[in-house]
């Protein structure tokens, strides 16, 4: 690969769901989107992205149901709008049972999933899958998950934040604090496995929080998994360039995104990190095909299977807007409410007045991104222009149809983004974290605050110094002994 040029970060985007970002397309004669409960259709997809050299398969995920338009989940569940949905940590395993090198992004939402347990759910999958693990940072925005966990409504959007902050704070402390390099010695000859003097309860107590004790894992390769985050609300970018390793962002052209891109770069240098330790990546669905006029005959085939009510509840649930209540042609504004503040603001960013017969026509089938349409020099200089002109290191690529949009992205656009020196063709040993950012040895970099509690807690308080006297070492008799 030339080293005048950018590597192109290609992830997967997917939901443990039918229709994802696609509404309607699952109806295609050849879309698997319907076997999202068959552990086979989750394996044969990481192993196809990883005969790809895709970077990782981003998992997005929501507890809640798209039930804002019309006032009904009913549209929501007869075009399989992101319900049924199951949870995103479950294949994992097998995934990674299959591969060697794809990573596994997770959303998992901090409000509704105390950080105590999810720290131990992260490292689990950190070990299994030999550090390949990033998480999905979000706090969720659809009011029908904050009910069904017995809260009145969705907490605030900044608020939401304010409760991150403090989340972020046990989970490194956990990850990075409670347990020294060494602890674990696995020694058989003493009969020690782990050093309790080399534990440590991080004894946090604040607002939100309260978790006494120390973590449940031992240190797993990458001990924090690599941190993604997709909220782009001035709140989510101050948020992001705190804690992020990897972005996401919404964005309507290469235009639009330099303009996010330089901002949230600028931010993350005045958070004191390294402009180049977070990665930013576009949604894009990309159709393509041998030819231009192969990939556009497709496109068109796509948009017969798209349904526009399964489109405006997605968009109802994303926006907090009623879709049934508004006149279809005309233009949209953003509003301020506690949903994703940034759709519809996205949409009018390069000063286009869309409306709600725009949304249909044009994201139906690309959901929260635009869909890209042609042959394989046709999408390769447009990706190249997203990354050059807009700044973003990479994508997330939403399917139109699965697994066919991937297998057609792997077969007709990975060997012409090789052939200009853009995309992989072997993957960097080493963790997740390794790959993506270039770093050796798998540990968050000095800057980010997960940082600081490395070495917190030694010398301090730790489980030896809780542990009284045992009788096999000050003479006491056991039960056994007394009994005789």
Same mark, same amino acid.
């Given at each position: 690969?030339?080293?005048? *040029?950018?590597?192109?970060?290609?992830?997967?985007?997917?939901?443990?769901?039918?229709?994802?970002?696609?509404?309607?397309?699952?109806?295609?004669?050849?879309?698997?989107?319907?076997?999202?409960?068959?552990?086979?259709?989750?394996?044969?997809?990481?192993?196809?992205?990883?005969?790809?050299?895709?970077?990782?398969?981003?998992?997005?995920?929501?507890?809640?149901?798209?039930? @804002?338009?019309?006032?009904?989940?009913?549209?929501?569940?007869?075009?399989?709008?992101?319900?049924?949905?199951?949870?995103?940590?479950?294949?994992?395993?097998?995934?990674?049972?299959?591969?060697?090198?794809?990573?596994?992004?997770?959303?998992?939402?901090?409000?509704?999933?105390?950080?105590?347990?999810?720290?131990?759910?992260?490292?689990?999958?950190?070990?299994?899958?030999?550090?390949?693990?990033?998480?999905?940072?979000?706090?969720?925005?659809?009011?029908?998950?904050?009910?069904?966990?017995?809260?009145?409504?969705?907490?605030?959007?900044?608020?939401?934040?304010?409760?991150?902050?403090?989340?972020?704070?046990?989970?490194?402390?956990?990850?990075?604090?409670?347990?020294?390099?060494?602890?674990?010695?696995?020694?058989?000859?003493?009969?020690?496995?782990?050093?309790?003097? *080399?534990?440590?309860?991080?004894?946090?107590?604040?607002?939100?929080?309260?978790?006494?004790?120390?973590?449940?894992?031992?240190?797993?390769?990458?001990?924090?998994?690599?941190?993604?985050?997709?909220?782009?609300?001035?709140?989510?970018?101050?948020?992001?360039?705190?804690?992020?390793?990897?972005?996401?962002?919404?964005?309507?052209?290469?235009?639009?995104?330099?303009?996010?891109?330089?901002?949230?770069?600028?931010?993350?240098?005045?958070?004191?990190?390294?402009?180049?330790?977070?990665?930013?990546?576009?949604?894009?669905?990309?159709?393509?095909?041998?030819?231009?006029?192969?990939?556009?005959?497709?496109?068109?085939?796509?948009?017969?299977?798209?349904?526009?009510?399964?489109?405006?509840?997605?968009?109802?649930?994303?926006?907090?807007?009623?879709?049934?209540?508004?006149?279809?042609?005309?233009?949209?504004?953003?509003?301020?409410?506690?949903?994703?503040?940034?759709?519809?603001?996205?949409?009018?960013?390069?000063?286009?007045?869309?409306? @709600?017969?725009?949304?249909?026509?044009?994201?139906?089938?690309?959901?929260?991104?635009?869909?890209?349409?042609?042959?394989?020099?046709?999408?390769?200089?447009?990706?190249?222009?997203?990354?050059?002109?807009?700044?973003?290191?990479?994508?997330?690529?939403?399917?139109?149809?699965?697994?066919?949009?991937?297998?057609?992205?792997?077969?007709?656009?990975?060997?012409?983004?090789?052939?200009?020196?853009?995309?992989?063709?072997?993957?960097?040993?080493?963790?997740?974290?390794?790959?993506?950012?270039?770093?050796?040895?798998?540990?968050?970099?000095?800057?980010?605050?997960?940082?600081?509690?490395?070495?917190?807690?030694?010398?301090?308080?730790?489980?030896?110094?809780?542990?009284?006297?045992?009788?096999?070492?000050?003479?006491?008799?056991?039960?056994?002994?007394?009994?005789?």
């Amino acid at each position: 690969m030339s080293p005048s *040029k950018n590597r192109i970060i290609l992830n997967a985007f997917d939901m443990s769901c039918v229709g994802h970002q696609a509404a309607g397309t699952w109806r295609h004669p050849a879309s698997q989107a319907s076997r999202y409960n068959d552990l086979d259709y989750w394996t044969n997809l990481a192993i196809e992205l990883e005969r790809g050299c895709f970077d990782a398969l981003f998992i997005a995920d929501v507890v809640g149901v798209y039930d @804002v338009y019309r006032g009904s989940a009913e549209a929501a569940l007869h075009d399989a709008a992101q319900v049924p949905v199951n949870d995103p940590f479950a294949a994992i395993s097998a995934m990674a049972a299959v591969t060697q090198n794809v990573g596994f992004g997770i959303t998992a939402a901090v409000t509704f999933e105390h950080p105590y347990l999810l720290a131990r759910r992260l490292s689990t999958l950190d070990h299994l899958t030999k550090g390949r693990i990033a998480w999905n940072v979000v706090s969720s925005y659809l009011d029908s998950a904050a009910r069904n966990i017995g809260m009145d409504r969705q907490i605030a959007h900044d608020a939401r934040y304010d409760l991150a902050e403090e989340y972020m704070e046990v989970v490194y402390k956990l990850w990075e604090g409670s347990w020294e390099d060494g602890a674990v010695r696995r020694d058989r000859a003493s009969g020690v496995f782990t050093d309790a003097s *080399k534990v440590h309860p991080i004894r946090h107590a604040g607002e939100y929080f309260k978790v006494p004790g120390f973590h449940l894992c031992e240190p797993s390769p990458q001990r924090s998994p690599v941190i993604f985050q997709a909220g782009a609300s001035a709140r989510g970018r101050r948020f992001a360039a705190k804690h992020s390793e990897a972005m996401f962002v919404l964005a309507t052209n290469p235009q639009t995104a330099r303009t996010l891109t330089d901002a949230i770069r600028q931010e993350v240098a005045e958070a004191g990190r390294e402009p180049d330790s977070l990665k930013i990546f576009a949604l894009l669905t990309v159709v393509t095909g041998a030819t231009d006029a192969a990939a556009n005959a497709k496109y068109e085939e796509y948009l017969d299977y798209a349904s526009a009510e399964g489109a405006l509840a997605l968009y109802g649930g994303w926006t907090g807007l009623d879709f049934s209540d508004l006149d279809p042609d005309a233009p949209l504004t953003a509003v301020e409410n506690d949903s994703l503040r940034t759709t519809l603001e996205s949409l009018a960013a390069d000063g286009e007045a869309w409306t @709600v017969r725009d949304v249909i026509r044009k994201r139906s089938i690309g959901g929260l991104g635009p869909v890209l349409v042609g042959g394989p020099e046709t999408i390769a200089d447009q990706l190249e222009a997203w990354v050059d002109d807009g700044g973003v290191d990479g994508f997330n690529l939403a399917y139109a149809v699965t697994p066919a949009s991937t297998t057609d992205f792997i077969d007709f656009v990975v060997p012409e983004l090789r052939r200009r020196g853009r995309a992989q063709s072997a993957y960097k040993p080493g963790t997740l974290r390794e790959k993506l950012l270039g770093d050796a040895g798998g540990r968050v970099r000095d800057s980010h605050p997960a940082a600081q509690w490395r070495s917190h807690y030694k010398g301090r308080e730790s489980v030896a110094d809780a542990s009284r006297p045992s009788p096999f070492e000050t003479g006491t008799k056991n039960h056994t002994e007394a009994a005789e």
